[in-house]
């Protein structure tokens, strides 16, 4: 795969991800994030099978979702034992 094709994989994807999630800091909801995580985790999937590459936005997405359930759990986790 060319650096010309990555790039273009890695701008629609781009595009699919701001035209389908919601920002990681602006999810306030556990099972939203979830949902998301879920259906980023199939995308980059789909990427591995069909294309044998996946853009690093992907992983780096998946990262901001993942902290940002890291802090709602630990939100949760302070308000009932503080």
């Known amino acids: 795969m060319s650096n010309y094709e990555k790039q273009q994989l890695e701008n629609n994807f ?4 701001r035209k389908h999630f919601e920002r990681p800091a602006r999810c ?3 099972g939203q994030i979830q949902y998301y995580v879920q259906e980023i985790s199939l995308k980059i999937e789909e990427f591995k099978s ?3 590459y996946v853009p690093n936005t992907a992983y780096i997405l998946l990262s901001e979702y993942n902290a940002s359930q890291n802090k709602l ?5 302070q308000k009932i034992y503080a």
């Open 50 to 52: 069909q294309f044998n």
């Open 73 to 77: 759990i630990f939100k949760g986790f």
């Open 28 to 30: 306030k909801n556990i």
């Open 14 to 17: 781009k595009k699919f991800s």
